[in-house]
């Protein structure tokens, strides 16, 4: 299914403690235009769903919080009160700080409605075709305590922290250990992982696993600059 992105001029820096009153504001606009939906949030590592509706009926948003990135799930645009809709999410997201709205097409008449708002195709992934090489493997800040693994420099996946109910097998890096003290008083933190939205690539399970494996003690490293910087200073003195 093809796919178009809205780049977004934000108003304000991220804000994710209001998603709940954002998610209850579309619901009200819903209901002031006679369709009676009720809004639903639920959170994941690294993104949030805005649920609109009930069970199979029920539209969604992909909040991806790391990206500041918005997806809109199951819901279209084909006619009038429904682009009216999407203009105002399209507000929403400016106020909320997020930098892109995403939207799939599913009609002529959607494509002409987002190119006429500045939205851009989305280019379909591709396989990668060639063995993940650990020297083009990075590791970037995203958002928060988010993390971003990148291959020749291009998106890859998105690391959130997590705990965990035990260690992985193999060594442990002295940065994991450090962090696992600072964030959960001495509690195994591992990573969530998904791909991230602006990957070039489809990656199979192989590839998957060696870009953890690969980026995995550069993550902990990251991590633990992120929280020993976001701490007050006595805090860190024993590192």
């Not at 020297?135 to 993390?147: C, D, F, I, P």
Request: proline share 6%; hydrophobic share 40%.
């Amino acid at each position: 299914m093809p796919w178009m992105e809205l780049c977004i001029d934000p108003l304000t820096d991220w804000n994710e403690e209001g998603l709940a009153d954002w998610a209850e504001a579309l619901g009200a606009f819903l209901t002031e235009r006679g369709r009676e939906i009720k809004t639903s949030l639920q959170r994941l590592p690294g993104y949030l769903i805005v649920r609109m509706g009930e069970e199979d009926e029920a539209g969604e948003l992909l909040v991806s919080s790391s990206e500041r990135l918005i997806v809109m799930m199951g819901l279209t645009v084909k006619d009038d009160s429904e682009r009216e809709f999407a203009e105002m999410l399209t507000r929403f997201a400016k106020e909320m700080g997020a930098v892109a709205l995403r939207a799939p097409i599913h009609y002529l008449a959607e494509k002409k409605f987002w190119q006429r708002l500045g939205a851009l195709d989305v280019p379909e992934p591709v396989p990668l075709h060639e063995e993940i090489q650990r020297s083009k493997v990075g590791v970037e800040l995203l958002y928060k305590q988010s993390l971003l693994v990148t291959y020749r420099g291009q998106p890859a996946l998105c690391l959130e922290p997590i705990f965990c109910t035990a260690r992985p097998d193999g060594p442990q890096s002295l940065a994991a250990r450090r962090v696992e003290r600072l964030l959960g008083g001495g509690r195994p933190i591992g990573f969530a992982s998904r791909v991230s939205s602006y990957s070039p690539w489809q990656f199979e399970k192989k590839e998957w696993d060696e870009l953890l494996a690969y980026s995995r003690l550069e993550s902990y490293e990251k991590l633990e600059q992120i929280v020993s910087q976001s701490l007050p200073q006595e805090n860190t003195a024993f590192f």
